[in-house]
């Protein structure tokens, strides 16, 4: 079974070498596509450096996925952030889940990277946020490629995307939460924990009250 691999990136020259370098080992049947949304730093020339193909795509996570999934040839889609890494295991993983015709998606389990204390608060906190009907991005989401057609990919938000395709997916089939880790890092955290999360926790509010991305991201804006 080969899986689209497909990396959304804006200027993300000081990860994209290391993505490159740990995607070329993992094992399984794996095309990997780089979406760039206008990157003006080292990106592109250091992903097509790594043999990388790269695509060029409006700005924004949910157009530059869905630019590169229809140029996917995958049956799988897995869309990866440029700063997390899968597990050795991913590939067996989502072809063993896939296996049940139910399932129409999911995601790893995740750890942030680090030992400082708010790596390992954030460890334990993400598992909990599924009670509140969140998933996002940085933990690997995977759907296959008919069901993400069917629904019309990713909706064009400024952000929350991965939330919205999270709540449409399961309502199409059985969503599932792989055991194996994914390791994602907490760089948006560093030195600035208590207001960064702060306002992440109030953008999450805000959403799960049904305020439009689109007003939040005015919110969101100083995260990035």
Request: proline share 4%.
């Amino acid at each position: 079974m080969l899986i689209s691999l497909i990396v959304p990136t804006l200027n993300e020259a000081s990860t994209i070498a290391q993505l490159a370098t740990h995607l070329a080992a993992l094992p399984g049947e794996f095309e990997i596509l780089v979406a760039d949304g206008g990157s003006t730093d080292e990106t592109v020339r250091l992903a097509e450096a790594a043999s990388l193909r790269v695509i060029a795509a409006p700005r924004g996570r949910g157009p530059q996925m869905n630019a590169a999934a229809k140029l996917a040839r995958g049956d799988v889609l897995l869309f990866l952030h440029a700063d997390t890494r899968l597990p050795a295991s991913a590939w067996q993983q989502i072809v063993a889940a896939l296996q049940d015709s139910h399932v129409s998606g999911g995601n790893f389990s995740l750890q942030f990277d680090g030992n400082s204390q708010a790596a390992q608060f954030l460890t334990r906190l993400y598992p909990c946020l599924r009670w509140g009907g969140m998933c996002y991005g940085d933990s690997a989401m995977f759907v296959r490629r008919s069901t993400f057609a069917a629904l019309g990919g990713y909706r064009e938000f400024p952000l929350f995307e991965d939330c919205d395709l999270y709540r449409r997916l399961k309502r199409t089939g059985q969503f599932v939460h792989l055991a194996a880790c994914a390791t994602t890092s907490a760089r948006r955290f560093e030195g600035k924990f208590v207001r960064t999360f702060a306002l992440w926790s109030m953008l999450q509010l805000l959403y799960w009250l049904g305020v439009p991305p689109r007003w939040l991201h005015r919110l969101y804006l100083p995260l990035r």
